[in-house]
């Protein structure tokens, strides 16, 4: 599972979004352009993980009732 930063995640895709452009014609630019990385960003954040039945599965052998009061 993804368990990176989630703060340093974001950080990291706004850096790479915004090194290629070194001058931004105004503040709302960067805004907007840091908006839509943003957008792609928490897009991939609600995708599914592969093979996630498997992994529910064995944490509810090994956790038993204290998960499937979550399901």
């Known amino acids: ?36 990385a943003r957008g792609n960003v928490v897009r991939k954040w609600t995708q599914r993980y592969r093979n ?4 529910l599965y064995q944490l509810i052998v090994l956790y038993g009732e204290r998960l499937t009061w979550y399901l």
């Open 52 to 55: 996630w039945g498997q992994v």
């Open 1 to 36: 599972m993804y368990t990176t930063n989630i703060i340093e995640g974001l950080s990291r895709q706004y850096r790479k979004v915004t090194k290629t452009k070194s001058v931004f014609p105004s503040d709302t630019a960067l805004e907007k352009m840091l908006h839509f």
